[in-house]
């Protein structure tokens, strides 16, 4: 008798029906999946096509840019798609740069919106700063060694070159925002003072390209001390009447730059300064990453669609062979150069350089060559993580240029639209300031900031030395803390036999010194001197709003460094005395700037943030 097989499925025991269902189920799997592999693709499962830009027309080519010279075809980092007709270009308009703006007070122009008189914004989804928490120790700052008090009667003359560089400040705003302390390098004392503008009086017409103001105070650090104040205010010309302008765009097109803070925020940040051309201006894009490309050949400025479209294509990828881009910038500017105009790169970058030209003084050497061109280079530095503060600013500094760091997109309009005179036109070149003190009258003196455009004495006569520019409506302050003569506010004794050279200066016995400036006009290779002696009668018992808020500012820049020279200053003293100087006028910026005080009073250790100041005694500054 035969005997069939009893099925798996009835058997009593449960490990034989568990391995019974397992075996069915992986045959039924492999059935078909052996089915979807023979079959052919039809409308009903073959995948959605890749979504694709609109279509260009290849055959367009835009009629050349009037007046402008032929620039060599150069091979684009990566593939960029011709230019669109302007109907195509239309449709693809970048989005706007703000999504809302509300207004909080009667003055508009600042960031935050907790006091009265600021605006409250929102960035437009994914330009979101982003967290620098874990990576801001790989930024890089050039250090800083913080200047000291001298003797008059050992060295009375202090040189130094101009800065209207504003980079510093909004650095270390950024900083402080997402609750980080800022490295002590990273607090450049003057950019700081400079960021803000002064109601300095304008010079007169046919005058000077400047005009020089001074004023004397108490000192906030030190009762016992003055604190002095040399400002100077350049013509304000309007962006209409600007001489016609050459710009080249040299964006870091790098692997690094796709962060929302960077290369998304770079392009709205140019696109307000494209919405302001002209047609006599131009512009060119250079991108750099591996290697560099010409993007954008020189463009006029009426055809701003097209710039705009040039860089909404941008993408981030790839090295960063920033060297390769310089050079090929500079090339590009060389060919539609505009004599007697603007002519001017504009560098855009998050860091360091590593491909290619990589050592910082082979590239300062070269932007040194091309600076004898006339033609300029500024730079703008975005984000963080790799940022190279200390490379950036000395480029900027060599190439007759100014810096400045891009943390939002109000912070773009302020230098590429509001300053916009200023940051892309010079009105004079090498300005140098040289202070020889009156050794009957101060003991000593210390000027805040400015540690890295010190200048030797004998190189403000020499018109071959490099010195700092001023652009139109900028201005420049700088402050010196003065003790003098018998005010007990000295901090060393003097020597026994240079002190004894004062006697010659008695004569001048109202002259606290003579400030001299030299400077340059425009394509001038001979320098022009202004001298004028600053007074001791010009002393104020209380300090003017000008000399007030920017020792406020001055102040604060100390407390970051440490307080080493801070005095009796405190936290709460800086916000007091910016308050006390604007009273009920104060703007969004110097608004802006209490708040940070307040956020960097609570990251500071209490040791550091607390003075050591010792109880304030009567001032025995001398009547005059």
């Not at 620098?132 to 040189?159: C, K, W």
């Not at 002064?198 to 005058?207: E, H, I, L, N, R």
């Not at 005010?487 to 060393?492: F, P």
């Amino acid at each position: 008798m035969s005997r069939l097989a009893a099925s798996p499925f009835a058997s009593r025991h449960p490990h034989t029906r568990l391995a019974a269902l397992c075996a069915l189920a992986l045959g039924t799997f492999l059935l078909a999946a052996c089915q979807n592999t023979t079959a052919p693709l039809t409308d009903s499962n073959r995948s959605p096509p890749k979504q694709t830009p609109a279509e260009y027309e290849l055959v367009y080519s835009p009629p050349p840019a009037p007046d402008l010279a032929p620039v060599p075809a150069v091979a684009p980092v990566a593939p960029v798609a011709p230019p669109m007709p302007n109907a195509a270009i239309a449709q693809q308009r970048p989005q706007p740069l703000l999504e809302s703006i509300e207004v909080t007070g009667s003055r508009v122009g600042g960031l935050a919106a907790e006091n009265s008189g600021q605006i409250a914004y929102r960035m437009p989804p994914g330009l979101a700063p982003s967290s620098i928490a874990d990576h801001s120790n790989r930024d890089n700052y050039a250090e800083i060694q913080t200047n000291g008090i001298l003797r008059v009667a050992e060295q009375p003359v202090s040189t130094f070159s101009i800065d209207v560089d504003t980079g510093s400040y909004s650095n270390i705003r950024s900083l402080l925002r997402v609750g980080q302390r800022p490295p002590k390098d990273a607090v450049r004392i003057e950019e700081l003072i400079n960021y803000f503008s002064y109601s300095y009086p304008a010079p007169q017409p046919g005058a000077a390209p400047f005009a020089v103001h001074s004023q004397l105070a108490p000192s906030p650090f030190n009762p016992k001390r003055l604190l002095l104040q040399v400002g100077l205010q350049a013509q304000q010309i309007e962006a209409k009447d600007l001489p016609p302008a050459n710009l080249v765009f040299l964006i870091d097109s790098s692997g690094s730059m796709q962060d929302a803070a960077k290369l998304p925020l770079l392009k709205r940040g140019f696109a307000l300064l494209v919405e302001q051309l002209r047609p006599q201006d131009s512009v060119a894009i250079v991108t750099y990453a591996g290697s560099a490309g010409l993007v954008l050949p020189p463009t006029a400025g009426d055809r701003q669609l097209e710039i705009l479209a040039a860089l909404e294509r941008l993408e981030a990828g790839g090295s960063t062979n920033g060297g390769a881009g310089i050079e090929l910038a500079y090339r590009v500017a060389a060919q539609a150069k505009r004599e007697g105009g603007i002519n001017r790169v504009i560098l855009a970058t998050d860091g360091d350089f590593n491909v290619g030209t990589v050592n910082q003084r082979a590239l300062e050497t070269l932007v040194a060559d091309q600076r004898a061109s006339g033609i300029a280079l500024s730079t703008l530095g975005f984000g963080r993580g790799n940022y190279n503060d200390a490379m950036a600013e000395r480029l900027a500094d060599v190439g007759n240029g100014n810096h400045a760091y891009i943390d939002s997109i109000l912070e773009a309009r302020k230098v590429l639209v509001a300053q916009m005179g200023g940051t892309l036109h010079t009105l004079a070149s090498d300005v140098k300031i040289q202070v020889e003190f009156n050794p009957a009258v101060v003991a000593e003196y210390r000027l805040l900031g400015y540690e890295n455009r010190l200048l030797a004495r004998e190189d403000f006569d020499n018109d071959r030395v490099d010195a700092g520019e001023i652009g139109a409506g900028h201005s420049v302050t700088a402050l010196y803390e003065l003790a003098l003569v018998g005010s007990g506010g000295e901090a060393s004794s003097g020597l026994r036999y240079a002190d004894a050279q004062a006697g010659a200066a008695r004569s001048k016995a109202d002259e606290l010194g003579l400030l001299r400036l030299r400077y340059k006009r425009p394509g001038e290779s001979s320098s022009q001197l202004i001298e004028s002696p600053m007074l001791r009668s010009q002393l104020r018992r209380v300090p003017g709003e000008n000399l007030g808020f920017a020792a406020a500012v001055a102040g604060f820049g100390e407390l970051l460094r440490g307080g080493e020279h801070a005095g009796q200053l405190d936290f709460d003293g800086v916000a007091k005395l910016a308050r006390d100087s604007c009273s009920d006028s104060c703007s969004e910026q110097q608004a802006e700037f209490m708040k940070l005080v307040g956020l960097a009073r609570g990251l500071m250790p209490a040791q550091d943030a607390a003075t050591a100041a010792k109880p304030e005694q009567p001032s025995r500054v001398p009547a005059s």
